[in-house]
């Protein structure tokens, strides 16, 4: 499944879009667990992150699917 | 209530907010307003490096931006933090892409009938963007 990087997680990956492996009925926490695991570079940025699911957060509970748009929302900084 | 969010590239420069005011009408004060209420975030010169532990010199900001997510987040702050203190107005512009040290990278302006609401909105809708809007912003210091 892929997840949308941004800021300094995109930065520390080399990529704006890391792909993790997940079982078919993944939830927000699993895909977040698997970011924690299977891409330690971004560690440093998963706590207090949030996956946005289709341009919205999500619940660590909701259901997600390949053909959701997963964007890891971590160390915002406007303003 | 009228609401003007916008993300612009570079700088917010004065051409953007007027161009927002008169969207929406807001040139003049209507009958109603008492309060209106505006804020600029501007790139400072001197910022703190955290992976140097020392203050630097900045030369800019690039902000990137997560589109789709980043302007209905700022419209639907502005519509939640509008109505929850009873406003008039409100218009939020953001930037994207560099925005050099001493230009506006943010514009915030609040119309309301009262100052109290207008201030609070204020400072409750800088936090929440700071919180919930996917912008990130990447120092580009001088001299590197």
């Known amino acids: 499944m892929n997840v949308l990087l941004f800021g300094p997680a995109a930065r520390a990956a080399g990529t704006a879009r890391a792909c993790v492996h997940v079982p078919a009925a993944a939830t927000v926490r699993i895909v977040l667990d698997a970011l ?44 | 209530m009228r609401v003007v969010t916008r993300i612009v590239e570079g700088p917010v420069i004065a051409e953007n907010l007027a161009q927002a005011r008169a969207d929406r009408d807001l040139a003049g004060a209507p009958d109603e307003t008492g309060a209106r209420v505006s804020f600029e ?21 690039d902000y990137e931006v997560y589109e789709s ?38 514009v915030l302006e609040v119309h309301a009938a009262h100052r109290a609401p207008a201030i609070a909105a204020m400072t409750e809708f800088i936090d929440a963007l700071k919180r919930d809007v996917p912008i990130w912003k990447r120092p580009v210091w001088a001299g590197a």
């Open chain 1, 36 to 79: 924690a695991t299977q891409r330690p570079e971004i560690a440093f940025a998963l706590p207090g992150a949030r996956l946005a699911v289709n341009h919205a957060f999500a619940q660590a509970d909701a259901l997600v699917t390949v053909d959701d748009e997963l964007a890891l929302i971590a160390m915002v900084s406007g303003g």
């Open chain 2, 41 to 61: 975030g501007v790139v400072r010169r001197r910022e703190n490096d955290p992976h140097q532990d020392r203050v630097r010199t900045l030369e800019a900001l």
């Open chain 2, 69 to 106: 997510m980043a302007e209905q987040g700022l419209a639907t702050l502005a519509h939640s933090i509008g109505t929850r203190h009873g406003l008039q107005a409100i218009v939020a512009l953001h930037s994207r892409g560099r925005v050099r040290v001493g230009e506006v990278s943010f």
